[in-house]
């Protein structure tokens, strides 16, 4: 793996240091994430590209696909790179119709966790999160049951660390009244920001916060005034909204998504983008908090 200057640096997760600024995996699987991709071999040229720019963290599930995307990971890059860590995630299953339904009974994570180790080639997992919620975002309720199953599979030496996504600020103590969580994966960019508090909050207790849609997810980010920064400082949007997130706080870590090299390159270029209090102030403006 090559030395980097990845922007950002670096983040500890629990004992494992990750460039802040990594790769999320799931546009990798065909349309809406099911099925395999159509260009097969520029996706195992995206996960290697990864690498080489020196990323180090890597975010997938093997409910993408489903199965194609670890599968994809474990061709392109294992035996896996000293220091790469891949983070994966647990809670949901696929239907045919490409739905995400809960999966979050003991039977049903068990099963999940081994078939990550499996498609990715891992005895031991790094990280798995426990995605709560439903398609709809966080829903209230207890965790406890499936988050007791997980830290149970980690005392087995099955997964080094544990987090939570899609949660809830009352989930994310519950989990960790359970076992330490080294990471909140939620929806947060540039326009939802629900999260505000949580990420200060989890900023104190030294949690990672990891934003998932970092770019808006299937539907790009788009809005005058990030427009008008960009247009400002000669970037563009995305780059506009990777360097924001970097910015907001030190313990967030990016995972944005693509599918394209080019992309990939010039995400990691442009989130080393320096904002100014003017610009941050003008970002603002887009901010909702509901
Ligand atoms: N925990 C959860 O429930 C959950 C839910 C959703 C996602 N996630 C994780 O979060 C990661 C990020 O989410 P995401 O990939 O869905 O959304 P995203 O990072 O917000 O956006 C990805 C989209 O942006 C496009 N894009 C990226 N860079 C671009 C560029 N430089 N120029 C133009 N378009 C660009 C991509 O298209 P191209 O392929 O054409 O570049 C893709 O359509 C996922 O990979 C997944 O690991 C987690």
């Known amino acids: 793996m090559s030395n980097t200057s990845l922007p950002g640096g670096t983040w500890t997760l629990g004992d494992l240091t990750v460039t802040r600024f990594g790769y999320g995996a799931m546009q990798l699987a065909g349309p809406w994430v099911m099925g395999p991709p159509a260009d097969r071999d520029g996706a ?45 995630k647990v809670g949901a299953n696929r239907n045919e ?17 081994h078939a990550n180790r499996e498609n990715l080639g ?17 829903q209230p309720g207890s965790l406890a049951e499936a988050f007791e199953t997980l830290a149970e599979l980690q005392r087995q030496g099955l997964i080094r660390h544990l987090g939570v996504s899609n949660a809830t600020a009352e989930q994310v103590a519950e989990a960790q009244a359970i076992a330490p969580v080294v990471c909140v994966q939620n929806m947060y960019n540039l326009a939802h ?22 770019l ?25 909204a990777l360097a924001w997130l970097l910015r907001r706080s030190p313990n967030i870590l990016l995972i944005p998504g693509t599918s394209s090299v ?29």
Request: negative net charge; hydrophobic residues 40%.
């Open 193 to 214: 920001r629900h999260d505000d508090e949580l990420i200060d909050t989890l900023a104190a207790q030294g949690v990672a916060y990891v934003p998932f849609f970092p």
């Open 44 to 88: 195992l040229a995206v996960l290697r590209a990864a690498v080489e720019l020196g990323i180090t963290h890597i975010d997938t599930s093997d409910a993408y696909g489903p199965q194609v995307t670890n599968q994809l990971i474990r061709e392109a890059l294992h035996p896996y790179p000293d220091g790469l860590h891949i983070v994966t």
């Open 262 to 290: 080019a992309h990939l390159r010039e995400n990691a270029a442009g989130a080393a983008l320096e904002l100014s209090e003017d610009d941050a102030a003008e970002l603002e403006k887009i901010s909702s908090r509901t």
């Open 97 to 113: 119709q490409g739905g995400w339904p809960v999966a979050r009974d003991p039977e049903s994570l068990r099963r999940q966790v």
């Open 216 to 240: 808006g997810g299937f539907s790009p980010l788009q809005s005058d005034a990030l427009s008008a920064v960009a247009a400002r400082l000669g970037a563009t949007p995305m780059s506009v």
């Open 122 to 138: 891992l005895d031991t997992l790094d990280l798995v999160n426990l995605r709560l919620g439903d398609a709809e975002g966080p």
